[in-house]
């Protein structure tokens, strides 16, 4: 394991809170925070549930209100027929057609069967880096200068 603040190798991790932080760091910066014992619980933390997963990544294509309130008038639908065919309140149409709002990636898909369009064009994969990234991950010290106190 790397220390978050030197990225110095360590094999048994110091737990400390900087800040509200808790990080792993080497005995070497433990200093810089206040040193965490046992298995106490951060107090500063707090467990969120999301109701919603984590969607993959996809593109929805420039003009998405356009080509929805157009596909829809060309089957001579009202926004309330549209909203019933695909189980979506009626403001959320009207949203998606003013381009308030983007729609979600099953929405996209229930419009897209429901209309005969594409709205989704999928996120190309890249598991390339970039070339001005270094090959070892950063640590909180590559960025910050730390001070003595």
């Excluded at 790397?2 to 400390?16: L, S, W, Y």
Aim: glycine share 6%; charged share 30%; proline share 7%.
């Amino acid at each position: 394991m790397e220390c978050e603040i030197c990225g110095a190798e360590v094999k048994h991790p110091i737990t400390i809170i900087v800040e509200g932080t808790r990080m792993n760091v080497c005995p070497r910066c433990a200093s810089h925070g206040t040193i965490v014992h046992g298995a106490q619980r951060d107090p500063t933390r707090i467990r969120k549930h999301s109701r919603y997963k984590q969607e993959e990544d996809f593109d929805i294509v420039p003009g998405y209100g356009k080509l929805i309130r157009d596909a829809r008038q060309k089957e001579g639908w009202k926004q309330e027929e549209l909203a019933r065919r695909i189980n979506e309140p009626v403001s959320t149409v009207s949203h998606l057609e003013l381009g308030k709002m983007l729609p979600s990636k099953k929405i996209a898909q229930k419009l897209e069967k429901a209309l005969g369009i594409t709205l989704i064009s999928e996120a190309p994969a890249s598991d390339a880096k970039p070339e001005h990234m270094p090959s070892t991950p950063i640590t909180l010290g590559d960025i910050v200068k730390i001070r003595k106190r």
